[in-house]
């Protein structure tokens, strides 16, 4: 939390999509992307998917909103989500991973449309952030304020695959003299996979009150419900798409005639096209599907005490129940059917507080705070019956994939966590001569994870399998630096600079899910603790920016020595995989973002950038006795080369643009053998505010601001690509490689429209 004191804010002409807030800064250059661009996308549209429009930053979905949370996947820098910080109002977001185990998704925290603007630190310092994973930066989500005047917002989208998005607000305006306000709203997306048959649904309500006292201080309260049902879209792998094309889908249809199709296969009985693929078992299954339910709210005291000391406090709480699900055909129900649905049913409750205080002086800015959370995280699985089909008739009714299933007939793993977390930060920023500020600041750390009551299923797993249980480990780290220095000289210049170090605790799942060194047997829990080491990194960083009324240039280079990076290895099948957790030793990431802004009429905005990032393996590894040549080899998953360029108009009511991405190729494997080809994606939409018309205006009072919107995805139908190792990459082309199933295909080409209007 910055102080209050206001700082000059220098305004490039890449502000449409970002502005550059540079003088006080605490933590080096803050990009900050506004609800301006936010409500440009298509009607509920995922924000991390319009910060893939900045330098540096890539997002990637199996469909064009960025909802399929299956599919969510986010770099910047070359770290992937579970390596960035999240936050909402202050509150910890936890670990972006699929099945966070210590926050929630900012799909879920927040609807779109409740989001003011995402501050983001693309360095790894904001020593102040309440995160332990902030190893590549943080995002700092700003929800917006109710509003002084009775009003509300009423939204309406549409497209593709019966992909509609609602959205309601109410608000308050100011109840009384003091100026009490709150508001109010309930966002519905729902929509079909583009790829097989199944429902994504997701639906929201928020609410924030505000009670000012004073001029300077408020108290507020926040609180978010999300309810989420969503079939997943289905996993490729090299050999499917090579052999049977882009298309495969799961089995479930909504009807017998699916599930006979996955008892067939279960009993190797395959569709024509998968003839002479090496592991045509994993291409298809039934079904997968996620669910979950969250309460979210926080309590929160910004009070200015004097002119110069702030004190800001908040409470919160958060808990969540949840079911991701898929059918296996290698474990059979009770009934005799071959298929069974196994779910994992993972649960949090986590409570914390943090508290912040500033001090302003005439040059120095002094600031401190502590940041503490209790957080219980069980991780089972359980397996359901699934019905069998005898005769033709099926032996019970098909269930719904998208409800939560009951009395299951097995429990296949469990472990439990319980983890404290306690950071602590001092900071001061110095301004010895105007537009010069120099930060110093540093971090400690202390985390302790207690893990018990494991269990595998000696049906599943084999007999003799324990996982790791009555263990714990703890991270800590007293102190971690941050140095940054930013001048602005002349009139439209700045010159930057920021180093840091920061660490990433032990990472939670269950069992072969994620790299995480609780997620294993308990031999080899044992046989590894002396060697685990927790994630960190130094990450140094340098940025020149020129910003005028008609150019906008901006130049960031970084350095990053990544240690301890740990990695989830994987061979054999992704059903039940020969799954390590492997210190793949350090990385070493070298980088430049290059952007360029011009402005060639008024109102007219032509933005390029271009991103380098060489970011390679320090070490060979080896693994059950093999060598494998990792050294050199560029990271999995992320491009070493990105271009982006954007055309936009704004004119009277009209906002009109066209963007287009490169990607280069990207690892697939981690040697590098095997690869998922570049390729190119574009975009284009219009907005026109009809109440700009005199007449339309009129008419509909009170309604203004009626809005119409229209954008297509994937302009040119590219085949390609999304998502990369959401069940982990293989270490080279001789381990299952080519057959292992863990990218995603991008949608096709598809279109969206909305209406809104505010009252």
Known sequence: MAAEKKPSVYLSSTSETYDVKSAHITRGALVTVSQKLLSQAPAGTNPLKILSQLPGVM?????????????????????????????????????????????????????????????VSQSAGAEEVASTSNLGGSLAYVSRDPLHKLGGTISQGFGSYANYHTFLRFDSGDLNKTGTRFYTSYSRQDGQIWKGTGDQFVQQVNAKLIQPLGAESFISAYFDWADEHQFSTPDASPEVISKVGYKVTNYYNGKQSGLQTAIDA?????????????????????????????????????????????????????GETSQSTWTTPYYPSPNGSPLSELRKAPAIQRFGILSRIHYDTENNQLGGGVWYENNNYRSP??????????????????PNPLNYWKNPFAEIFNQDYNTNTFTAFVQDTYHPIEHLALHFGFKSVLNTTRVGNGYANPD??????????????????????????????????ELFFDISENIHTYAQCGYKLCASPF????????????????????????GYRYSSERVGLSLYGYRTNFNNRLQQVTSGSSVNPISTVANVG??????VDAALTIMPIRNMIFTNSFSYDHATYDNNITEAGTSYHLKGAQIVNYPRFMYKTRLS????????????????????????????????????????NLSKIHAVHESLRPAKDLTLSLSVANLQNAHYIATMGENGNPLDINSGALAYQSFLVGAPRMFFGSISANF
Do not use: C
């Open 59 to 119: 997002f990637q979905s199996a469909e064009p909103q960025g909802i399929d949370i299956w599919s969510q996947q986010l770099f910047m820098h070359g770290f992937q989500q579970q390596e960035i910080g999240f936050t909402l109002d202050g509150m910890p977001l936890g670990e972006q991973s699929l099945r966070n185990y210590n926050g929630l998704n900012t799909l879920l925290a927040i609807s779109s449309e409740n989001v003011a603007r995402i501050d």
């Open 381 to 398: 699985q359980y397996d359901f019956e699934m019905p069998n089909i005898v005769d033709g008739k099926l032996t019970s009714a098909l």
């Open 519 to 542: 997620a294993v047997t308990q031999t080899a829990f044992d046989a590894g603790k002396a060697s685990f080491r927790p994630e960190t990194d130094w990450t140094y960083a340098i």
């Open 460 to 493: 599943y797993y084999g007999p003799g399998t324990h996982l790791a249980s009555g263990v714990g480990l703890t991270t800590a780290k007293a102190f971690l630096p941050h140095i940054s220095a930013d001048w602005h000289f002349l009139k439209h210049n």
């Open 266 to 318: 279960a009993n190797g009985m395959f569709q024509p096209s998968f003839a002479g693929l090496e592991d045509p078992e994993d291409s298809a299954y039934y079904d997968a599907t996620l669910n979950s339910e969250d309460y979210m709210g926080g309590i929160r005291a910004h009070l200015q005490l004097t002119d110069h000391v702030l004190w800001d406090t908040t409470a919160y709480g958060h």
């Open 586 to 591: 350090g990385v070493t990431m070298n980088g």
């Open 649 to 688: 108009y704004d004119w009277s009511g009209l906002t009109a643009y066209v963007d287009a991405s490169y990607n280069s190729h990207r690892n697939f494997s981690y040697t590098g053998d095997v690869k998922v080809p570049s390729y190119w994606l574009s975009n284009l939409g219009i907005q026109y």
